[in-house]
């Protein structure tokens, strides 16, 4: 159910449990369909860092609930948000965002996430810990304490304290941890891009710096980061701010070996985001279990009808996708693969067809 999400009437869709298609003109709200679910799962846009940009217009906040399926039984999510308020509920109970994580999953291809591809170093790095967290509740809680260490640790190096020494030991244990996690959860990556669609023969990897050395345990990892730190010092020193440690290490997507970001086309850029979010369903998937849900926005825009049509065939085999396009003729090959929905004027409505 949703209310108050961007141009969607409030309204109940009733999706399938394999592959949801939706479809319409531009500006009709499939894309916000989507970015509410997302906002279901995780309590963020992949559109937008200011969720007020989501609030319907004269609405004094959104709420957004739905029903995750799952082996251990069905629970009711809840988010609502509002400039003052940010709840999350499962089965009408409100709980801590830290309890309501995992509880549903979503991994999104869209436009609005070329800047992962594109766009500063830092977009890269946010996507693969949030995806590797996602998977593991040590790298989540290394994540949370090397960002307060940095901060501590800046705070520091501002004001001269005495006891960095302190902050740099801290730095090098948790931001060697923290590079350990990632590594392990690039080299998951890397291994579904292999064997990922993609329309070409093109080959995509991930590549992050500083290189390590194969077979390196965290141990040696955080070894290595407090050379950096002491070889870093002076310049630290005159900064006033950490510039060695993970959040500074480098995250480059290749195609063919190059980095996508300085050279690939428009066209490139999207397939490989396609290929990367298809890779991180493959790998929450086997290291869960579970499926996450799929949610590919305008996945025609840059594939023909037959290779679309594979696309979501592959989805649809591997659990709940939400697909939108603007072009409804390959849509109607699906036959009974995929339950139909028709977008217009923030209003939702079934066709006939499909499961």
């Known amino acids: 159910m949703l209310r108050d999400v961007r141009n969607l009437e409030g309204q109940r869709v009733d999706l399938g449990p394999g592959l949801n298609v939706f479809l319409g003109r531009n500006a009709q709200g499939k894309t916000s369909l989507l970015e509410a679910v997302g906002l279901l799962a995780r309590g963020r846009s992949f559109r937008t860092d200011d969720l007020g940009e989501v609030i319907a217009r004269g609405a004094e906040g959104m709420l957004i609930q739905g029903t995750a399926v799952g082996t251990e039984g069905d629970a009711e999510l809840s988010f ?15 709980i801590p965002p830290r309890e309501y994580a995992g509880r549903l999953e979503a991994s999104v291809y869209s436009t609005d996430r070329l800047r992962v591809v594109h766009g500063p170093m830092r977009e890269r790095r946010l996507y693969v810990d949030r995806g590797g967290a996602v998977l593991s509740a040590a790298y989540r ?4 304490d090397y960002e307060r260490i940095v901060h501590q640790r800046n705070a520091a190096l501002q004001g001269r304290h005495p006891a960095l020494e302190a902050w740099d030991e801290r730095l090098a244990a948790v931001g060697g941890s923290l590079r350990a996690h990632r590594l392990s959860y690039i080299a998951r990556l890397n291994e579904a891009l292999t064997t990922a669609f993609r329309p070409t023969d093109e080959t995509y990897a991930i590549e992050v710096e500083p290189i390590p050395a194969a077979g390196a345990t965290e141990a040696e990892h955080q070894t290595r980061l407090a050379n950096e730190i002491r ?3 002076s310049r630290e020193r005159l900064a006033g701010r950490s510039l060695v440690g993970p959040h500074r290490d480098p995250i480059r997507l290749l195609v063919d070996g190059r980095d996508s970001a300085a050279w690939a086309s428009s066209g490139q850029v999207r397939t490989l985001l396609l290929a990367l979010t298809l890779a991180t369903l493959r790998v929450y998937r086997e290291h869960t279990g579970r499926s996450a849900v799929a949610l590919l926005d305008d996945l025609d825009s840059e594939l023909d009808a037959d290779r679309t049509l594979a696309v979501c065939h592959t989805v649809a085999d591997q ?3 939400l697909v939108t396009s603007a072009h ?6 699906l036959g009974d693969v995929a339950r139909l929905f028709r977008v217009s004027a923030g209003r939702v409505n079934r066709l006939l067809g499909g499961p």
């Open 80 to 94: 609502r948000w509002a400039p003052e308020q940010r709840n999350f509920s499962v089965d009408h109970q409100k």
């Open 141 to 144: 809680q290394t994540l949370r």
């Open 231 to 233: 070889e870093c010092a």
């Open 319 to 321: 659990g709940q996708a």
């Open 328 to 333: 409804p003729e390959w849509a109607s090959r």
